[in-house]
């Protein structure tokens, strides 16, 4: 296991490891804050939609108990 490729692959990964632990995670808290913005975006998008369709519903039903809301 002395091959110079293998020591050199054992340096290269050593440091590589050593920056991973050493850098600090601020790159790894924005990823944090865009995933949990956009499951936020999501969510309000989907209820959006649901009070939206269900505000057409009863829209529909309140035309109807009038006799078709004045339309004709």
Do not use: C
């Not at 499951?39 to 078709?68: D, H, P, R, W």
């Amino acid at each position: 296991m002395n091959h110079p490729w293998i020591e050199y692959v054992r340096a290269y990964l050593g440091v590589r490891v050593h920056r991973a632990r050493t850098a600090s995670s601020l790159g790894a808290s924005a990823v944090e804050w865009v995933i949990i913005t956009a499951v936020i975006a999501g969510v309000a998008l989907g209820l959006a939609t649901l009070i939206k369709t269900l505000v057409e519903q009863e829209q529909a039903n309140i035309q109807k108990s009038f006799g078709g809301g004045g339309d004709e």
